[in-house]
């Protein structure tokens, strides 16, 4: 296979959950670019405008909104992309996520039972649920996106900590499991982004959106647009012999 055909996912059919913003938007717009149809999954109605955006630019795009706090959602919305994608599926990619900030000792419970719910629960159903539609066809690539965080302890974030912490973890295990078969499940850890969960960190009068730049070797904050070619390596043949892997993509921040 030379080099164009290892990279070539034209055809191939994805599930891009947060695909309305941010990291999720930007990987969405990359597939879609390469070749792919794409089903977006979202919270709220916009979903339905930016699917119907991406297709007025002569994408494939399809729009499923659901909550995926609540564990009924998670399903309901997964069946619903795969209806859209004709019944099949090749790409998962997890870029849904939200935010609680509170010191450790004041974290509310009702807030760490909500994050855990969005950023690992519904991981691990969303790959369940691929891996039942890749395993019979021994082919699928499942792309979760961990955080710096994976590696780092963070501060008033600890729900969030933990459930990063958790998709690096099930990315490894969804690999033992799954490798052989045809699956390979990878992460992106994103370094630190300029997207709407880091409105406080992006004021530059805040004394650590400075010290962050200054650790930053490519001197600036990450876009979404830095994700897609990530996202399209793991989501193609070029990809087929890595597993298990959490691939930091971050400027050089992680190595500062």
């Not at 597939?31 to 994408?59: H, N, P, Q, W």
């Not at 004041?106 to 691990?124: A, C, M, Q, T």
């Not at 996106?145 to 990315?171: N, R």
Request: with cysteine; proline share 3%.
């Amino acid at each position: 296979m030379n080099a164009a055909e290892l990279f070539n996912i034209e055809g191939k059919k994805a599930i891009v959950t947060g695909g309305t913003r941010g990291l999720g938007y930007g990987m969405a717009e990359g597939l879609m670019e390469a070749g792919c149809e794409v089903a977006i999954v979202g919270t709220s109605d916009k979903v339905y405008g930016v699917a119907e955006e991406f297709c007025s630019r002569g994408f494939r795009c399809h729009g499923v909104k659901a909550d995926l706090a609540v564990r009924s959602e998670v399903y309901r919305g997964f069946e619903e992309c795969v209806e859209k994608l004709g019944g099949d599926l090749d790409i998962l990619v997890t870029a849904h996520g939200i935010q609680r900030r509170h010191s450790a000792e004041e974290f509310p419970l009702e807030d760490w039972d909500e994050v855990i719910s969005v950023n690992l629960n519904s991981v691990f159903i969303l790959c369940q649920e691929a891996a039942k539609r890749m395993l019979p066809k021994g082919y699928g690539k499942i792309i979760n996106i961990a955080s710096m965080i994976s590696w780092f302890g963070g501060q008033t974030i600890p729900a969030y900590a933990a459930a990063k912490g958790g998709v690096a973890q099930l990315t490894k295990e969804m690999c033992n499991d799954w490798m052989s078969r045809g699956i390979n499940v990878n992460a992106i850890a994103p370094g630190y982004m300029a997207t709407e969960m880091n409105t406080a960190l992006l004021d530059p009068e805040n004394p650590r959106y400075q010290q962050i730049t200054n650790r930053i070797p490519a001197g600036r904050w990450g876009t979404g647009d830095d994700m897609k070619g990530a996202c399209i390596f793991l989501a193609s043949h070029a990809s087929d012999y890595l597993g298990g892997a959490i691939l930091p993509v971050d400027g050089g921040y992680l190595v500062k």
